[in-house]
T-cell receptor
Framework: AQKITQTQPGMFVQEKEAVTLDCTYDTSDQSYGLFWYKQPSSGEMIFLIYQGSYDEQNATEGRYSLNFQKARKSANLVISASQLGDSAMYFCAMRGHAGGTSYGKLTFGQGTILTVHP | DGGITQSPKYLFRKEGQNVTLSCEQNLNHDAMYWYRQDPGQGLRLIYYSQIVNDFQKGDIAEGYSVSREKKESFPLTVTSAQKNPTAFYLC?????????????FGEGSRLTVL
């Protein structure tokens, strides 16, 4: 069984500053993928960044980077230079072993609400 | 534009009624999924389908049914057997490959039972 834990129900950050959203995971799979999604108040889910368990370098996508620490089973999202439009719910998710029926099946954490103050 | 379309966006139903939520995609994706989201919670998998005419139960399938007669379509029926159906429902799709397995989501359907 896979489990994703996001321990921060809410986070606040000043505009233009960086913020880290925590995510820890638990899995017995040797191969897995970690995802971060953003959910604005409109409800849609927006894919932000992906990290494979065998990727040696931390993933980066623009202002988003994923701080992957495999031994600690953590996959924290770092948002640099926060913008007002970053205010949303953020979900960490995991996909297990990439074989057959596991494709695309994501397990989600509870989410963290990020509020960016001007 | 390519994407996933869910309808209706808002739906009200009386207890004891079945309702069907529509999900259509034009991304030519093989796999489709239904997730349920309760207020302040993460997403939980209801059903998924990796190929036409085949689907599997997710973590919370009781009280729900699906069909996959066409690649583009994956409707979800919330039956009267679902004890607490009021929730936000999200449909998603993905390419079945060995890479990111990224899910693309629709805009969701909000169901309220009166």
């Amino acid at each position: 069984a896979q489990k994703i834990t996001q321990t921060q129900p809410g986070m606040f950050v000043q505009e233009k500053e960086a913020v880290t959203l925590d995510c820890t995971y638990d899995t017995s799979d040797q191969s897995y993928g970690l995802f971060w999604y953003k959910q604005p108040s409109s409800g849609e889910m927006i894919f932000l960044i992906y990290q494979g368990s065998y990727d040696e370098q931390n993933a980066t996508e623009g202002r988003y980077s994923l701080n992957f620490q495999k031994a600690r089973k953590s996959a924290n999202l770092v948002i640099s230079a926060s913008q007002l439009g970053d205010s949303a719910m953020y979900f960490c998710a995991m996909r297990g072993h990439a074989g057959g029926t596991s494709y695309g099946k994501l397990t989600f954490g509870q989410g963290t609400i990020l509020t960016v103050h001007p | 534009d390519g994407g996933i379309t869910q309808s209706p966006k808002y739906l009200f139903r009386k207890e004891g009624q079945n309702v069907t939520l529509s999900c259509e995609q034009n991304l030519n994706h093989d796999a489709m999924y239904w997730y349920r989201q309760d207020p302040g919670q993460g997403l939980r998998l209801i059903y998924y389908s990796q190929i036409v005419n085949d689907f599997q139960k997710g973590d919370i399938a009781e009280g729900y049914s699906v069909s996959r007669e066409k690649k583009e379509s994956f409707p979800l029926t919330v039956t009267s057997a679902q004890k607490n159906p009021t929730a936000f429902y999200l449909c998603a799709s993905s390419i079945n490959n060995l890479n990111t397995g990224e899910l693309f989501f629709g805009e969701g359907s909000r169901l309220t039972v009166l």
